[in-house]
T-cell receptor, first 117, second 112 residues
Framework: GAVVSQHPSRVICKSGTSVKIECRSLDFQATTMFWYRQFPKQSLMLMATSNEGSKATYEQGVEKDKFLINHASLTLSTLTVTSAHPEDSSFYIC?????????????FGPGTRLTVT | RKEVEQDPGPFNVPEGATVAFNCTYSNSASQSFFWYRQDCRKEPKLLMSVYSSGNEDGRFTAQLNRASQYISLLIRDSKLSDSATYLCVVNGASSGTYKYIFGTGTRLKVLA
């Protein structure tokens, strides 16, 4: 199987606070995980690539000091949204990469809906 | 030009109809191609990978045309449960990584 979990599934926080989202691969090890953001009626936008044991690689326009990523083990990556603002309200989805070079597939977590008030 | 382009739809079709979606991509070096399905407010789920020779899984058939840089998905005998957004996904091979590039998705509504 290829099951990916995310926690929490939904969070409401006040502006200025920080929120941590966990992404876990439950039945396989993932050296690489990805974090996406999806606004309503838009496609998934890759925010960063999370590599176990090394620094994350951020996409252009994504602030690394605002979206802190830690991939401390082969089954866990975390995304912390620091000093959240209402414009950070979105659907955050992680995925974990499984397979071998040339035949990778990504499996997605169920997503975390963040609302910043 | 977007890296992956899809007709956003919606496609409204009656049950039992055959419907086809197309997707074009701009990076000729892309190596892997997928169709994902996303239900409202849910995560994307892998529907099928797309192989050069074309592949079929039940009512679903995927085709890849590398020369024209497009991918297609054909759904036969559509069911109400097929209603969803279908995402075309291409890997970003040019950077040497396996990043996915998503199309904006095509919405399908199957009507009773």
């Amino acid at each position: 199987g290829a099951v990916v979990s995310q926690h929490p599934s939904r969070v409401i926080c006040k502006s200025g606070t920080s929120v941590k989202i966990e992404c876990r691969s439950l039945d396989f090890q993932a050296t690489t995980m990805f974090w996406y953001r999806q606004f309503p009626k838009q496609s998934l936008m890759l925010m960063a690539t999370s590599n176990e044991g090394s620094k994350a690689t951020y996409e252009q326009g994504v602030e690394k000091d605002k979206f802190l990523i830690n991939h401390a083990s082969l089954t866990l990556s975390t995304l912390t949204v620091t000093s959240a603002h209402p414009e950070d309200s979105s659907f955050y989805i992680c995925s974990a990469q499984k397979g071998q070079r040339g035949a990778y597939e990504q499996y997605f977590g169920p997503g975390t809906r963040l609302t910043v008030t | 030009r977007k890296e992956v382009e899809q007709d956003p739809g919606p496609f409204n079709v009656p049950e039992g109809a055959t419907v086809a979606f197309n997707c074009t991509y701009s990076n000729s070096a892309s190596q892997s191609f997928f169709w994902y399905r996303q239900d409202c407010r849910k995560e994307p789920k892998l529907l099928m990978s797309v192989y050069s020779s074309g592949n079929e899984d039940g009512r679903f058939t995927a085709q890849l045309n590398r020369a024209s840089q497009y991918i297609s998905l054909l759904i036969r005998d559509s069911k109400l449960s097929d209603s969803a957004t279908y995402l075309c996904v291409v890997n970003g091979a040019s950077s040497g990584t396996y990043k996915y590039i998503f199309g904006t998705g095509t919405r399908l509504k199957v009507l009773a």
